[in-house]
């Protein structure tokens, strides 16, 4: 009998959700790597996101928040200890409205601030995006707080300030959301442990941030890395939750 002759053609193996799921969580739990950093890491989320968007109808997939955090100061960071959350009790604001304002105040001694007090401003659609994560430039230069009425807490603080009054109404999903990932990153980032992520008035006799934000939700939240490795352990795949929010320096 008389064999063919014709070349058998590769099989193509094509990589499926589950699959590029498993080695991208190889790599973030593997601690050999940051994530983002690695051009490999990049393509498997990319073309995971891709394979999802397709999955679910060409709905964009997220894109996780550590991999888009070029908030990142330059500068060495200072020892950060605590998360301090405000709110602005106003409908509408942003970083420059919040400056201009702040430029009025002076502190107990008489000194003139420096402008803004806060480390990052979140917007909710009145001044600024919903959502979007602006860092100020008490953060670029890793410079301390004028936030919280407490020296230990403007030198050791993060102040995070979304825009609303959360007396009356509760922030938006997106601020939520950015809030969330945020200080999830934070926390990763600079190691401070969900309990001491506190909101103005636990601090100082304030209101702020308001009885209808959701501190301890908040505090509590995790990083998309995080959740990613606890997701694969559960055999779930990636891409299913909210988009980051987006954000500027």
């Known amino acids: 009998m008389m064999q063919s002759t014709c070349p058998i053609a590769p099989r193509r193996i094509l990589a499926t959700p589950l699959m590029l799921a498993v080695a ?11 994530f983002g950093q690695s051009a490999f890491t990049q393509m498997l989320l990319k073309k995971q996101n891709a394979l999802s968007a397709e999955k679910s109808g060409n709905r964009p997939a997220p894109i996780p928040f550590a991999a888009v955090d070029g908030w990142k100061p330059d500068v060495k960071p200072r020892d950060w200890k605590h998360i301090v959350i405000h709110h602005t009790a ?18 107990a001694a008489g000194n003139p601030w420096r402008g803004i007090g806060y480390h990052f ?12 994560v602006e860092a100020t430039f008490r953060w670029d230069d890793q410079s301390a707080g004028a936030h919280a009425g407490d020296v230990t807490y403007n030198e050791q603080g993060i102040g995070i300030c979304l825009v609303g009054n959360f007396e009356e109404k509760p922030p938006t999903a997106a601020q939520l959301r950015a809030v969330e990932q945020l200080v999830a990153t934070l926390r990763r980032d600079y190691r401070i442990p969900a309990k001491n992520v506190v909101g103005h008035g636990d601090v100082k006799s304030t209101r702020c941030p308001g009885k209808l934000f959701p501190l ?10 995080t959740r990613t490795a606890a997701r694969f352990l559960e055999g779930k795949l990636l891409g299913e939750d909210a988009p980051a929010p987006t954000h500027t320096r």
């Open 24 to 34: 991208l969580a190889g790599l973030l739990c593997s601690g050999n790597e940051t």
């Open 90 to 107: 106003t409908d509408t604001g942003s970083v420059a409205s919040i400056h201009r304002a702040h430029l009025q105040r002076v502190d």
């Open 121 to 132: 401003l979140i917007g909710n659609g009145n001044g600024m995006v919903d959502g979007k």
């Open 216 to 225: 301890d939700r908040v505090a509590k939240a995790e990083t998309g890395q």
